[in-house]
């Protein structure tokens, strides 16, 4: 699953 | 990764060992608000849910340890070591967390990015709960700045720690700007709004730390 860009954030 | 976010992280990152540091060494929580460390301890258990199911990168792996693990044990040290607990001021600490985490969590549940996954429970929850995260972050300072105003004499690694922990979120929006130049679609309103809001709490602060720091006085907030 292409990860939510904003998800790959701490 | 850019440039920001890994100094954002790396500012967040001091931010904690600096409090992690007071507490440990100095034995002593004075000044700092528990209920601060309560809040960020809900943020990063609402925020890293899926700690085990979605894996990106060893680093953000070790890094979502590491906030979790650090912020638990300093609530830990506060509520239950028994020299630290003692120079906790619980009469200076009176913010109530539930009137933040309420509005976080109805504003979570109204206004979260749209969700394009089939099984709409779990990951619709967790995106509820990520987006909570997101939102009760922002607010999760107020304890402590009211804290700190009631405060008088301020000492110098909790003014270190609320400075840096403002920084981290401010270098975030660099981030932020930078994907949104170089990242096609890269458009995350709510996380951004909020990011915003978080930093322009601590706008005050910064201005007396700055003053403070600026003409060498001991930093003192306005009550």
Not at chain 2, 88 to 110: E, G, H, S, V
Not at chain 2, 135 to 140: I, R
Request: net charge positive; hydrophobic share 50%.
């Amino acid at each position: 699953v292409k990860q939510e860009s904003a998800k790959d954030e701490l | 990764m850019n440039i920001f976010r890994l100094a954002g992280d790396m500012t967040h990152l001091l931010s904690v060992l600096v409090l992690l540091l007071k507490i440990h060494t100095i034995k002593s929580c004075a000044g700092i608000s528990l209920k601060t460390q309560e809040l960020y301890a809900v943020v990063f258990a609402t925020r890293y849910l899926d700690i085990f199911t979605s894996y990106i990168s060893p680093y953000n792996t070790m890094m979502k340890l590491i906030f979790l693990g650090s912020s638990f044990s300093i609530v830990w040290y506060m509520r239950y070591h028994k020299i630290v607990r003692r120079s906790y001021d619980k009469d200076q600490d009176t913010f109530r967390p539930y009137i933040l985490m309420l509005p976080c969590l109805i504003l979570a549940l109204l206004i979260n990015e749209k969700f394009t996954f089939k099984e709409i429970s779990t990951s619709f929850f967790l995106f509820v709960m990520w987006t909570f995260s997101l939102y009760l972050e922002a607010v999760a300072i107020l304890p402590q700045l009211v804290m700190l105003q009631r405060t008088r004499n301020i000492d110098n690694l909790t003014g270190q720690y609320v400075f840096l922990l403002g920084a981290y979120r401010a270098l975030y929006i660099l981030n932020w700007i930078y994907r949104y130049f170089t990242e096609e679609h890269f458009v995350h309103w709510i996380t951004w709004i909020s990011g915003l809001v978080q930093t322009l709490l601590y706008a005050d602060f910064f201005y007396y730390y700055f003053q403070s720091w600026k003409n060498n006085v001991k930093l003192q907030l306005p009550a």
